[in-house]
């Protein structure tokens, strides 16, 4: 597929307000398509939408929650009532936490699953069926977390883990009817997500406890990800640090548990001091 075959076609970005998100409304606008942008913040939702209508690009923003099934169903009437179809759905809704799972407050991983895991279950439930009929695709923006877990990020992980297995399984129902499911595993990205990391009681982190400036911006993860949409590609593992860890998790586990281990301690006011 070429950029200009995104022409018209209709894509929803979930989680849109910010980093990723907003990159790959930008991304894929930029590229013919309409776009859809959600939410938990309107306010945030416009100022996105100003930019992106700057350029020229046909968008539609809709507060919504990810982790609740009658919002995104809601966002899914939305769209087909507007638009008439869904070609594209990008998962990107998340968050994340840091706190040793024995000081965590349950409620926090629930949250967690919630956005993360259940977002990315009812956006996929209630646009599947338009994306069968366009024989689109469904992205699901995942993490190395989904495939190499870290400590302090346990609920983090787990729904990575569980959106991984979710679209692994969902790939193989859909390959023969013209569907095409991606799951884009960014490394280390310069977004908002660990500023607004939970901590065990729920509360806002603040700051990020990682040099941002030495990640990979998210308009270069969001590039990225257009052009493995644009390819068809099933699998995408970003930066040579989410790299290696894929293949040092394969083959090296219970080394890599030390190396990883002694990265995460090093992080500025890390749990495990």
């Given at each position: 597929m070429k950029k200009d075959s995104l022409k018209d076609k209709v894509v929803i970005i979930t989680g849109a307000s910010s980093g990723i998100g907003a990159s790959c409304a930008l991304a894929?606008?930029?590229?013919?398509a309409k776009i859809v942008i959600t939410g938990r913040y309107l306010a945030k939702l416009n100022a996105v939408k100003a930019k992106l209508e700057a350029e020229g690009i046909t968008v539609l923003a809709i507060s919504a929650d990810a982790g609740v099934i009658a919002d995104n169903e809601r966002m899914a009437e939305i769209v087909l009532s507007e638009f008439g179809k869904i070609d594209i759905l990008i998962n990107n809704a998340g968050i994340t936490m840091r706190a040793l799972f024995e000081n965590l407050?349950?409620?926090?991983f629930h949250k967690v699953m919630d956005t993360n895991f259940w977002g990315a279950v009812y956006a996929t439930k209630v646009c599947l069926p338009s994306i069968l009929e366009t024989k689109g695709t469904v992205i699901g923006i995942s993490s190395v977390n989904g495939f190499r877990g870290t400590p302090a990020r346990t609920a983090y992980t787990a729904s990575k883990y569980a959106m991984n297995g979710f679209f692994e399984s969902l790939r193989t129902e859909v390959m023969k009817k013209g569907v095409h499911v991606l799951v884009a595993c960014p490394g280390f990205t310069a977004s908002n997500i660990r500023k607004n990391a939970l901590t065990a009681h729920g509360s806002v982190q603040g700051d990020s406890p990682r040099d941002e400036s030495k990640m990979m911006s998210s308009e270069e993860v969001a590039e990225e990800i257009l052009n493995a949409t644009l390819k068809r590609k099933r699998d995408l593992t970003l930066t040579t640090q989410g790299k290696l860890l894929k293949f040092l998790n394969k083959w090296?586990?219970?080394?890599?548990d030390h190396i990883?281990?002694?990265?995460?301690?090093?992080?500025k006011d890390s749990p495990f001091h």
């Open positions: 894929f606008g930029k590229s013919g407050d349950l409620e926090v090296m586990p219970g080394r890599l990883v281990y002694n990265q995460m301690a090093k992080e």
